[in-house]
């Protein structure tokens, strides 16, 4: 048995919003081996979409510890050589944070001792493909939620020249929960909201508008509306329109709510899931949930839900209210990573775990980050990046970049409390308002 399946391992989590805290830390669980000891420290990146106390304690996840923290400030922690090492990082950011990071950890630890670094996605991969895929090249491996995010993956790095071999599949690391037994007595119908699908105010108003109809249509159903995060509070993407602020003065039907709280116990009384797009509908599925992926805003891969094309899930509205209950196609759901009853679900990180003990059980050291981007391959794209993060085209933090030997002092704290709240205010009333506008 290789040491490092019975050792006590070390694990960090870098993330810059609730979702990906949420993938990151789980994640890191499932990828150390049952029988380790681990520690898991977790760093939050501080940014817009920084998240929340509730947020986090919706999230359900624990760690060890949990700091927030500027890129340098982390960069600089991984590479104090007085610190106890950490073993594994997962990179849980959006995909510029990543490539930001690799580098800036390439500086900081040089040809030296490093952990297993490993980055992936939260959810879908139904946008920037190719950009959010070579963002993250240079992980020791890149986490694929299914075998045809794995094709899709090795596709694109091979035919950029650049090396697959740290594509590794996985699955969505928070599947789970019972399977569907029946329908709940009232039958409960949930729709899963999205920050930012779809985009603007006659769309959401639109689905807002035929979920209501839909209670007021069947009263002997509940409706739920999900949420992911209440005004004020940022996701992974940006909310300017919140749907609480779209029901006022809609008048609902008493058998119409607004809920928070984990998916994961919102599916325990769900006898439908519907969504445009949502990654929820892939929980749905894989505990055998009915589950509808909405047709009436078109199927368009602005909105996400041309990925399940061939699913057999794809209704619109007119269909449900006139009681149509969809039936996923089962080999659909096999090349999704979604294995609704299956005990393959059991055994989806194996392979990841064995790379992460063959990696760490190697003489020496690893060898130092290599990305496909770089100042050679890049010269006008990867610069701008790494400046975003106060990092110059080596890698190393610019001149000026925020002190990591001292935590921000009373003044600073309520200054930036006071930009971010400006900022979520900008987002949310301002920048609807001038759009507004500029359509008139």
Known sequence: MPASATKSLRVAVLADSDTRWKWGALTAQRLTPAGAGVRLD?????????????????????ADSLSEVTGVQFLRAMGDSTREPYDILVLALVGGGVQAMLHGLRNAWGSGSRPVVVTGYVGVVYEKLADGLLLRHG?????????????????????????????????LPFLGGEPYAGEHDPYTVVFAAQPSVPDNRRDRAYLLNRL?????????????????????????HIEELPYQKLVQGMNPPANFRLVYGHMGEVLDRTDLLVTVSSTAALEALHRRIPTVVLTDLGVREVLGNHH?????????WDRLDAGHRPAADPRWLARQGVCAGG??????????????????????????????????????????ILARHHLGPDGAP???????????????????????????????RVAPVIRRMGEL
């Open 139 to 171: 992980a020791d491996l890149v986490l694929a939620n299914s075998a045809d995010d794995a094709d899709r993956f090795r596709a694109v790095y091979e035919g950029v020249g650049a090396d697959a071999s740290a594509v590794t599949e996985v699955a």
């Open 42 to 62: 977790g760093y939050l990146l501080r940014g817009r979409a920084t998240p929340t106390a509730r947020q986090l304690q919706e999230v359900g996840v624990r």
């Open 212 to 236: 209501i109809g839909h209670a007021r249509l069947h009263p002997e159903r509940e409706v739920l509306l999900k949420l992911r995060s209440k005004p004020g509070e940022h996701t992974t």
């Open 398 to 428: 610019l001149p000026g970049a925020p002190a990591a030997d001292r935590e921000p002092g009373p003044v600073r704290q309520i200054v930036r409390r006071a930009a971010r709240g400006a900022y979520r205010h900008g987002v949310q």
């Open 343 to 384: 005990a393959s679900y059991e055994t989806a990180f194996d392979a990841a775990r064995e790379r992460i003990a063959g990696l760490l059980d190697r003489p020496g050291h690893l060898p130092p980050l290599n990305p496909y981007y770089t100042p050679e391959t890049a010269p006008g794209y990867l610069p701008g």
């Open 308 to 316: 399940f094309t061939g699913s057999g899930c794809l209704a619109s």
